[in-house]
């Protein structure tokens, strides 16, 4: 055992050795190339005195990067985390300048923008040394693991270490579809998937139809807490409250996971042992990073960026996130620009922040969340649920099928990859499942095809004023005229007729779904107080070639779905196949009919069209790939899971599963994953804080982050 202890030793001082004199070679490399950065004073000095120069040096900026940085990340995690990765820069170049004030005579110096440059190659080259090394030193890397399995096997009164009850770790591609994925593996984009799906493989893909709101609040709230109820879309207006609900708000997803969990009454998928990355909500995990309702809570472990704090206590990861999301900000450029010059159609404008907001999904947000599985599964925790949203970002500006999204889905690849080779490796097995939350349907814009947006229709249809260019385009021509026909007044007047508005009606969008309400009329207006507000409304929209139905309530037939041409069908006699919601396939009905019955409904829920032939869908949002409604492949997501677990129809679901025998809605995708946990059989001991700072902190990343 001493012998092994002085090995170990002996081996990790070599290592410290090593990276220390690439490091002053590198100093030395930089200084005799860049000409701003000198080792030495300005009457010359020898060889000799040069290098001890570069060794002071580099050995001063890896100590204050090793106890200064960490210092700092973590003082700055108060600073939103796409500020934070710009300051790395100048953080780790702040470092330098520090470390060559500290060399003895004032031998260093460099001006501040060369510092950066110097401080960013030298963190770079100190990584990949201290990778390579370690990546060699088998020996050390199974010792570790070694040490964390026997310290979980003592916790936990178990003898065997890997033949232990296996953990799951759960990966979401958002806004991947079934056949997006099952097209990027057949077309050898995922490799790692196209394993998966291989004769033989032990892996089975099953597609699952989500609800009508087909978006990550509504099936990520579903699949994590088990209930979804009252979500009608990605936003919509509470006239109780007036208050705006988005998904995407803190406050607003701490409060929709508050009421899924007084609906439910459990806490969530991941209450034992479990681990949430990434996520819109927790799952009743303890152990959260970048978890968005967890951002506006307090203390240890609760704050959304504090998942940010290990992965970035290493400086080297800091500075290879930052160079890979300066190079997304090109590429991103790069693509928009030649999209611009071949006239792509559909387009819409991705100028502005947007490519600041693509490489934090792509690289930023993908290196964390990753970072933190592999911490987890170094950890030995239960139950891990992640997602990584890089690929719906690019797909809602690029289209779910260009060739932007395609090298997206690559990269994801390679981190899926990475995650299984570390699977090898942990302290106990892993399972591990692949899914989806929903899919993207692609095509232009509502206002792009239209020129006027679902806003715009609303108001020309309500006789309020709307924009000159809304005036000028055919659709709004036909909707001013529906007004002067309804009121009884000349088509030829000029002007625009107001109807009497005690307010202006407030219009939502959540992909090609859209939200009208009347905050003016209590509770969920019906089709009669509308028609005698504004009778050019519910004909103008149910007419509009853009859009496929509605769904309004009625004091006479009860809710109904309208469509053109008059067309009327009573929610409670829809079918699938038949009438207004046929293009819309299997299950759509019921899809309509459970969002009826929805408190927060809005007073008009409008979907637009859809072409089953090119599964083209209008988003009242600028968005040429999008979700949110009915309409092709945004509907069908996926299960990608081991052979090993039962089939997810393999036990009666509680809310019964589509006729064709799919899994229908997020609540029974929900129930499918708690039961592959329950079969899990075993001692299932949550980790003590003891295990959590073995692994690398309360988040689980420091072991992914060296």
């Known amino acids: 055992m001493g012998d092994g202890r002085w090995r170990t030793a002996g081996s990790a001082l070599m290592r410290v050795i090593v990276v220390w004199a690439v490091s002053t070679l590198t100093m030395l490399v930089l200084a005799g190339i860049l000409p701003d950065f000198q080792l030495q004073s300005d009457n010359g000095d020898s060889v000799t005195k040069i290098a001890f120069t570069a060794a002071w040096g580099a050995g001063a900026f890896g100590l204050l990067s090793a106890l200064v940085w960490p210092v700092l990340v973590r003082a700055l995690l108060i600073v939103p985390a796409l500020v934070l990765g710009m300051l790395v820069f100048f953080l780790n170049g702040s470092l330098l300048l520090v470390a060559l004030r500290l060399i003895p005579d004032g031998r260093g110096a460099a001006n501040p923008e060369t510092a950066v440059v110097v401080a960013a190659v030298m ?30 096997r003592r916790r936990s009164g178990a003898d065997g270490g890997r033949s232990g009850p296996p953990g799951t770790v759960f990966i979401q591609l958002d806004g991947v579809g079934h056949d997006v994925l099952a097209r990027a593996a057949e077309g050898g984009l995922m490799p790692t998937v196209a394993h998966w799906l291989a004769d033989g493989s032990g892996h089975r893909l099953t597609p699952w139809r989500t609800d009508w709101s087909s978006q990550t609040g509504a099936s990520q709230l579903g699949i994590l807490h088990g209930s979804n109820f009252d979500i009608p879309a990605f936003r919509w207006y509470e006239k109780e409250t007036g208050d705006v609900v988005v998904s995407s708000r803190p406050a ?70 930052a160079l890979s999301f300066v190079a997304e900000v090109g590429r991103e450029i790069s693509q928009s620009t030649r999209a611009r010059i071949r006239k792509d159609a559909p387009r819409i404008k991705r100028g502005g922040l947007y490519p600041f907001i693509r490489a934090f999904a792509t690289v930023v947000e993908r290196d964390v969340v990753v970072a933190a599985v592999i911490g987890d599964m170094f950890a030995g925790r239960t139950a891990v649920y992640a997602d990584l949203v890089a690929y719906d970002e690019v797909a809602h500006h690029s289209g779910p099928h260009s060739r932007d999204a395609e090298k997206v889905l690559a990269r994801l690849d390679r981190s899926l990859a990475l995650i299984v080779k570390v699977a090898e490796h942990t302290p106990r097995r892993y399972r591990i499942v692949l899914l989806s939350d929903h899919g993207q349907s692609p095509g232009e814009t509502f206002a792009g095809a239209y020129g006027l947006t679902l806003k715009d229709l609303v108001r020309a249809g309500c006789g309020l004023p709307v924009p000159r260019r809304a005036q000028r385009t055919k659709s709004g021509s036909e909707a001013r005229d529906a007004v002067r026909t309804a009121l009884h007044r000349p088509v030829e007047e000029g002007g625009t007729d107001t109807a009497a508005a005690p307010s202006d009606p407030v219009v939502l969008a959540s992909g090609n779904l859209g939200l009208i309400s009347f905050p003016d009329i209590d509770g969920r207006a019906t089709r009669e107080q509308l028609d005698r507000r504004h009778p050019a409304l519910l004909s103008t929209l149910a007419n509009h070639p853009g859009i496929g139905f509605l769904l309004v309530r009625s004091e006479l037939h009860g809710s109904v779905v309208l469509g053109r041409g008059g067309a009327q069908t009573p929610v409670s006699e829809l079918a699938d196949g038949e009438g207004l919601l046929e293009p819309f396939g299997p299950g759509a009905a019921d899809a309509v009919r459970r969002t009826d019955t929805f408190p927060h409904v809005a007073d008009v829920m409008v979907n637009s069209m859809y072409d089953p032939t090119t599964g083209c869908v209008h988003a009242f949002e600028e968005q040429i790939g999008s979700h949110g409604g009915l309409g092709g492949e945004q509907s069908r997501p996926f299960l990608l899971h081991p052979r090993t677990m039962s089939e997810p129809m393999a036990s009666r679901i509680s809310a019964g599963p589509g006729a064709d025998g799919e899994l229908v809605g997020a609540e029974q995708v929900h129930e499918v994953l708690r039961r592959w946990l329950r079969e899990c059989s075993g001692p299932q001991v949550p980790l003590t804080s003891d295990d959590a700072d073995e692994s690398g902190g309360a988040d689980g990343t420091a072991a992914a982050a060296g």
Do not use: W
């Open 123 to 152: 963190s770079a080259v100190a990584s990949a040394t201290s990778t390579a090394l370690a990546v060699r030193d088998d020996n050390a890397y199974r010792r570790r693991l070694s040490r964390l399995a026997d310290r979980r």
């Open 252 to 321: 607003s997803a701490l409060e929709l996971q508050r009421r899924a969990i007084v609906r439910t009454h459990d806490g969530g998928l991941l209450t034992l042992d479990g681990a949430s990355r990434g996520n819109l909500f927790s799952g009743g995990a303890d152990q959260l990073a970048l978890v968005l309702s967890m951002a506006a809570r307090r203390g240890k472990g609760r704050r959304s960026r504090a998942g940010y704090f290990a992965y970035f206590s290493d400086p080297a990861n800091a500075v290879r996130t």
